[in-house]
């Protein structure tokens, strides 16, 4: 029961914190971002049911090129004049030449076919994960002119300083937001490689994983000086 991700589960939590975002700053930008990750998140459930389901039509299809491919293989090999191989060397080595020419150029026919399914859902995560990766981004952004140290020490403002109207809480509570979104962005992404055993699948959801880790540790870092500003 536990032991896998429940795409329910992630899309209600991303719908909550959406809610959450756009009740505590309405109208912000960091809502429309968390409505962005509510579509992807949406999206992501049906991308990554189709990317799990075997494509039988794509498997009956490369079954019949391929027992196509090794019937005429076998033809080829049985009008093969063995004997006049034999008459003399020369022939013999040509013929064996162009025998193992053709088996590898078959070999490689029967390998794009047979892995050509794992490629297309390949690239469908990939696409949806590349997604991810640029929203992350997106949330980093957001979260980059949030300098607690201006709201604790104060300073001079300059003509193209951003706009700090935030209070402390308030500043708590959107980089808590942010953090939130890059967490969930890579449960989105597992969602991909939970029934999808593909190597460089696996790996972009890795580099996902370790890409919002380390955007949601710099927030965290202003979040605990926020914390220690309050407490002086």
Not at 122 to 129: C, E, H, S, T, Y
Not at 140 to 169: N, W, Y
Not at 216 to 227: D, E, G
Request: charged share 25%; with cysteine.
């Amino acid at each position: 029961m536990y032991r896998s991700l429940n795409p329910e589960h992630i899309t209600r939590t991303i719908a909550q914190l959406r809610d959450r975002i756009q009740e505590r700053f309405p109208g912000s930008g960091l809502g429309k971002v968390a409505e962005e990750l509510q579509q992807i998140g949406n999206e992501a459930v049906a991308r990554s049911q189709w990317i799990a389901r075997p494509l039988l039509p794509l498997r009956i299809g490369i079954g019949l090129l391929v027992a196509l491919l090794a019937a005429v293989t076998l033809l080829a090999l049985a009008k093969l004049n063995v004997t006049k191989m034999w008459e003399s060397f020369s022939d013999f080595v040509q013929a064996i030449d162009a025998g193992i020419n053709d088996i590898v150029f078959i070999g490689i026919a029967i390998f794009f076919l047979v892995t050509l399914e794992g490629r297309m859902k390949r690239r469908r995560a990939l696409k949806a994960i590349h997604e991810l990766r640029a929203l992350a981004h997106i949330i980093d952004m957001h979260q980059l002119t949030k300098d607690p140290e201006v709201i604790l020490s104060g300073g001079p403002a300059t003509k193209s300083s951003p706009k700090r109207a935030m209070t402390t809480f308030e500043m708590s509570r959107y980089l808590d937001y942010c953090s939130e979104m890059l967490s969930l962005i890579g449960k989105v992404a597992a969602l991909y490689a939970q029934r999808f055993n593909d190597p460089v699948a696996l790996s972009a959801v890795d580099e996902i994983e370790d890409l919002t880790t380390g955007l949601s540790r710099k927030i965290w870092q202003k979040i605990m000086l926020i914390n220690q500003g309050r407490g002086k």
